[in-house]
Nanobody, 130 residues
Framework: QVQLVESGGGLVQAGGSLRLSCAASGRTFRTYAMGWFRQAPGKEREFVAAINWSGRSTYYADSVKGRFTISRDNAKNTVYLQMNSLKPEDTAVYYC???????????????????????WGQGTQVTVSS
């Protein structure tokens, strides 16, 4: 099992930026894919972005494409989510997740599914004011 700890959330005005971080435990972080999800009050947890083990392949939800960037630093066991041009509808708790069975060269479309992921962090709150 992998322990995941998110950080970097907070309150920001619409149009602003935040960078979320997710630190992972263990020695095999560099071998598997990672994802970010979010959950707004009263809504289901939804996919935001995913990245393969090397960082060369990424996949985004249409709602964040062009505004958010997922990246990773395998030397630091950390995955990031850079969020620009934030909107009030981006307000949610953001979770990182590990897909330890995805060790391939690309991020498949199924990476959007919550069931693909084995481990989850506790979440970090992002609030965007209008």
């Amino acid at each position: 099992q992998v322990q995941l700890v998110e950080s970097g959330g907070g309150l920001v005005q619409a149009g602003g930026s935040l960078r979320l971080s997710c630190a992972a435990s263990g020695r095999t972080f560099r071998t598997y894919a990672m994802g970010w999800f979010r959950q707004a009050p009263g809504k289901e947890r939804e996919f935001v972005a995913a990245i393969n083990w090397s960082g060369r392949s990424t996949y985004y939800a249409d709602s964040v494409k062009g505004r958010f960037t997922i990246s990773r630093d395998n030397a630091k066991n950390t995955v990031y989510l850079q969020m620009n041009s934030l909107k009030p509808e981006d307000t949610a708790v953001y979770y990182c997740a590990a897909d330890r069975s995805n060790t391939g060269p690309s991020v498949p479309q199924r990476a959007q599914g919550r069931s693909e992921y084995d481990d989850w962090g506790q979440g970090t709150q992002v609030t965007v004011s209008s």
